[in-house]
């Protein structure tokens, strides 16, 4: 935590001549969390990143006189932004909503603007370590409205900003007056350094994610549900055409495959049409966020039994609510790798993550990613890694090894045994996989 009023407690160094800054104030004009500073030598003004978000890894300083940026690691998409925004502030005057839930003299406050969606809800993931950890703070959340309805019960207050997730990163002259005024009404003031990364330990998302529609009557009896997590910026295959090419092929196999499957598409976009001819197509796309959508998508998250999406944020709250996660990770993104999957709280084992996560990386548009390899490793993930969690989980209570027992005696276990030298696409392999299925995801 980083107290910012009644005093600041920070330091800084000219970048010039290395002197000790002075910080006059903290200035809070977007996503980025700064102090206005003074060289006691120079006296250049200074905006410098408090260690917050990405700054935590990336910090810049700018120049107030020259806009000039000084960083140490050449990271442009994030310190170029410092520079643009300073130079066109926004003139327009938006100001916070505040949604108040009890009075505290004593606050938190978590910044989860941002220009990109997925860096957001990341951010707004490390409220609940204050509210475990701190309950002596009120959280205060300055969040977009797209985000409201997941921030989690307990938080002193909400500060919605009304504007899109995308325009997170300008400079707002109104916020930085109204933040700047908001810190004197409380006793003290101290702000998160909202990691862009938390650990899968420091979240549970079913504190974000709750009170769902009810879609048992959409999906029952069908099993296993497959989710599809649709985009049009990052398409699965060079053009659009071959994307809905990709979906429908392997919206048919696993048709075939399972004949009870319930195929769900979400997500912004609905220019591949995909033709219902087998297994039930539920789709659920749109051109515009809204509240009601993105709460229906999450149901059908959560009851998912596989996630396939293409890398991006799309994938966060999929990979953190369903099952079990497929993911095509195009050559561009492969540095990016993990940082869209929201890992189970306090995962048992570490091998859960590799029986659960897969990725197939292709070249950086896919299209060599044919839609049979996807198909397999779905039919791999849902039939091998509910089998082996029992299996790694052997010696570890007398419980799980009965459970062992009664799988090994079962036919079931032999079909598990065999996938290998079985064509998934054998019907009467598949009904035997299904049921198969149902039974371990009711033993869980």
Known sequence: MIRIFPDIEFNAQCPIDAAELHIKDVVIPGMRCLADSICPICNTRYYVDLPVGHALWFPTTLNQSTAEIYTQFGVNWFSQRLRESFLEPVEVEPIPIIHKFFDADRIIILNCLDFLYGHSLLKLLN???????HPELGCCVLAPTQL???????????????????????????LQNWMSKQFTNYKECFLSPTYPHPSNQAYDLTRFVRDLPNILDDIEPHRPVILFSYREDRPWGNTLKKQQYNLQKLYNQLSTIFPALVFVLIGFGQQAKIHAAGARLIDLRTDKF???????????????DCAVGVHGSNMLLPSGLARSTVELVPRLRVGNTVQDFLFPWKMKDVRDALLFYRMIYGNNNLSDIDPVKVTDLIVNVLSYSAYNVIIFGEGTSNELRER????????IY???LNVDRLNIRDLSFSRRLINYLIKIIQKF
């Open 414 to 416: 032999k079909c598990a």
């Open 290 to 304: 809204c509240v009601e959508c993105d709460r229906l998508w999450l149901a059908y998250m959560s009851a998912a």
């Open 148 to 174: 409201l309805h997941l921030v989690p019960k307990g938080v002193a207050e909400i500060w919605e900003f009304p504007i899109s997730i995308k325009e997170g990163w300008k400079w707002y002259l109104s």
């Open 127 to 133: 409220v609940q370590y204050y509210l475990d950890n």
């Open 404 to 411: 062992i027992r009664i799988l090994r005696e079962s036919e």
